[in-house]
């Protein structure tokens, strides 16, 4: 009886964390990713337009969710943030510390005891 309240309990946890996570995770724009990891890299916006051949004021459109960048641009622009393409353009939430959308998840997961892998919750 016991055991069966115990894995009824993991199982609401996995839930109400993957529904925790996924609320974080949405929250984040490619325009927040792009001001995040630009200013992570040590750019300004000006850096960033000379280097991808657009204005200023289209890196500030980006960045405040008004405009996306031109979809030629996007593996330039991923490479110039030092991250991928993928994690660039993935939905999921990213840590600042290292750019990468799994190393988020995984902390997390390890921060409630569900160990480092983030396949077993999401």
């Known amino acids: 009886m016991i055991e069966i309240h115990t894995a009824a309990f993991l199982s609401l946890k996995r839930w109400h964390i993957q529904t925790e996570m996924e609320c974080i995770v949405m929250s ?3 325009g927040e990713k792009i001001r995040t990891l630009r ?14 051949c657009v204005s ?3 890196v ?17 622009l991923a490479k110039l943030l030092s991250i991928t393409l993928d994690d660039l353009l993935s939905e999921a ?3 600042e510390e ?3 959308s799994h190393t988020a998840v995984s ?4 921060h409630y005891g ?3 892998d983030s396949h077993d919750i999401i």
């Open 28 to 30: 984040v724009t490619l």
């Open 39 to 52: 200013i992570k890299n040590g750019y300004t916006q000006n850096a960033v337009a000379l280097r991808l």
């Open 56 to 58: 200023k004021q289209a």
């Open 60 to 76: 500030s459109k980006w960045e405040n969710d008004h405009s996306y960048p031109d979809i030629f641009l996007l593996p330039r």
């Open 93 to 95: 939430g990213f840590s």
């Open 98 to 100: 290292s750019g990468s």
């Open 107 to 110: 902390e997390c997961a390890e």
């Open 114 to 116: 569900l160990g480092g």
